[in-house]
């Protein structure tokens, strides 16, 4: 069982930046390709970005392109994962969860659809004010 835990969310002004992590307690997380989700309220959890178990493969919905950016740290202990989002805009607002995909390959592509998804941690809520 793989418990991940978001941080890092909060309120920011339209144009502003949040930059969120994700760790799994007791365990790392270089085992797994690993991607962020969001959902607003009454709306479908949706895909944000993902990136493969060694950072290489990255991918973005086309909504957060250019604004956003999936990185991961394998070097610590845990592998942390983060998104750094900025020039954030009202319509980003929404739970934002992290997600595990057990993944057998190291540069494998990145998975879009969250039924692929493992593990998922409880979310961090962001919310960007016009």
């Known amino acids: 069982q793989v418990q991940l835990v978001e941080s890092g969310g909060g309120l920011v002004q339209a144009g502003g930046s949040l930059r969120l992590s994700c760790v799994a307690s007791?365990?790392?997380?270089?085992?797994?390709?690993m991607g962020w989700f969001r959902q607003a309220p009454g709306k479908e959890r949706e895909f944000v970005a993902a990136?493969?178990?060694?950072?290489?493969?990255?991918?973005?919905a086309d909504s957060v392109k250019g604004r956003f950016t999936i990185s991961r740290d394998n070097a610590n202990a845990k592998s942390t994962v983060y998104l750094q989002m900025n020039s954030l805009k009202p319509e980003d607002t929404a739970v934002y969860y992290c997600?595990?995909?057990?993944?057998?390959?190291?540069?494998?592509?990145?998975?879009?659809?969250?039924?692929?998804?493992?593990?998922w941690g409880r979310g961090t809520q962001v919310t960007v004010s016009s």
């Open positions: 990136t493969s178990r060694d950072g290489v493969n990255t991918r973005y």
């Open positions: 007791r365990r790392t997380l270089t085992a797994y390709a």
């Open positions: 997600a595990a995909d057990l993944d057998p390959f190291l540069s494998g592509p990145v998975r879009v659809n969250y039924a692929s998804y493992d593990y």
